[in-house]
């Protein structure tokens, strides 16, 4: 995955120390997008929502590691958030998720944290959600799923009058789909008529020659 490198002026010899986080945003239904970072503080960032502000989770959020290949293929990443009180795993159960947008971010700060440089690790979709719960608090794992994943996916769509109208009911571009598949179109010639002689007159014969008394 090819994402914008972080810019030259932010890792120049001015900025002496870099320390990195990481940041995510998961776009629950039913619900705000919920935002999540790894600082101890809660932080404003931009995001594919615009922006929000980040709840700083410390070392309780956890990020599996992203891989990347030279190859068009779909991978895989999982966001874990430990130590959640056990009434609330409801709530993470209450909205829909299920194929809706999350995003992984690398937060690059200076060192008195007052400037930073955001990059887009990871985009895709959340799959799965697996809770294993203790006795006073609970640990949440996100399983998501890249963008990529849409190519292995059949698409049922069909390029007829009715399809078309389902997505656009005022567009007529496919109207006479259905009318071409039997057309007989004849480039250079003219169509034959249908009323014309079939070749068996009453003064012919069927091999061109004519009747004499």
Do not use: H
């Not at 919920?34 to 101890?40: D, E």
């Not at 979709?125 to 608090?137: A, C, H, K, P, V």
């Amino acid at each position: 995955m090819s994402r914008p490198n972080v810019t030259d002026t932010y890792v120049s010899s001015s900025v002496t120390l870099i320390q990195p986080y990481f940041a995510a945003y998961l776009d629950f239904s039913g619900s705000a997008p919920v935002r999540l970072w790894t600082g101890n503080t809660n932080k404003t960032f931009n995001d594919i929502g615009g922006s929000g502000e980040y709840l700083g989770v410390g070392t309780l959020g956890g990020i599996s590691t992203i891989t990347e290949t030279t190859e068009v293929s779909a991978k895989t990443m999982d966001l874990t958030l430990s130590g959640i009180p056990t009434e609330y795993v409801s709530l993470a159960l209450s909205g829909s998720y299920r194929g809706r947008d999350v995003v992984a971010y690398l937060v690059l700060f200076n060192t008195a944290m007052s400037s930073y440089e955001q990059v887009t690790l990871f985009r895709g979709y959340m799959d799965q959600m697996l809770i294993m719960e203790g006795s006073d608090f609970s640990n949440i794992t996100v399983k998501c799923e890249s963008r990529l994943i849409e190519l292995n996916r059949p698409k049922d769509v069909r390029y007829t009058d009715e399809a078309q109208k389902q997505l656009y009911p005022t567009d007529k571009g496919l109207e006479f789909v259905a009318s071409m598949a039997d057309k007989s179109i004849y480039w250079g010639v003219s169509a034959p008529s249908s009323t014309g002689n079939d070749g068996g007159g009453e003064n012919g014969g069927g091999d061109g020659s004519s009747m004499m008394s």
